[in-house]
């Protein structure tokens, strides 16, 4: 059973970058055809995809995030990290990490899913 836990600050000052580190234990990150998505869901608001990082590395963003958003991760530690820059009150949401056999930008095909963490951008 695969499991994934998020990481990281609680609180994030306007115009900073955001970093969030999902760990994953019970399986590897670069199994095949294994999906590892962040997703988040504002107040308020549905659960929105941001981007994946394959099994093989390969990136994939949200249009609409695209340009504030990098995902990278150290295969080593069986982790994968998001980064989203130039972060605004707009962007306070829970962040889950989340995985899926095959790609997918549909939040509801996502099977393994982390406890998701809060993350509040205010000064």
């Known amino acids: 059973q695969v499991h994934l836990q998020e990481s990281g600050p609680g609180l994030v000052k306007p115009s900073q970058t955001l970093s969030l580190t999902c760990t994953v234990s019970?399986?590897?990150?670069?199994?095949?055809?294994?999906?590892w998505s962040w997703i988040r869901q504002p107040p308020g608001k549905g659960l929105e995809w941001m981007g994946a990082?394959?099994?093989?590395?390969?990136?994939y963003y949200s249009p609409s995030l695209k340009s504030r958003t990098s995902i990278s991760r150290d295969t080593s530690e069986n982790q994968f990290t998001l980064q989203l820059s130039s972060v605004t009150p707009e962007d306070t949401a829970v962040y889950y990490c989340?995985?899926?056999?095959?790609?997918?930008?549909?939040?509801?095909?996502?099977?393994?899913w982390g406890q998701g963490t809060q993350v509040t951008v205010s000064s």
């Open positions: 989340a995985a899926r056999d095959g790609y997918s930008d549909y939040v509801p095909e996502y099977d393994y």
């Open positions: 990082i394959a099994y093989s590395g390969s990136t």
């Open positions: 019970g399986g590897s990150i670069t199994t095949n055809y294994y999906y």
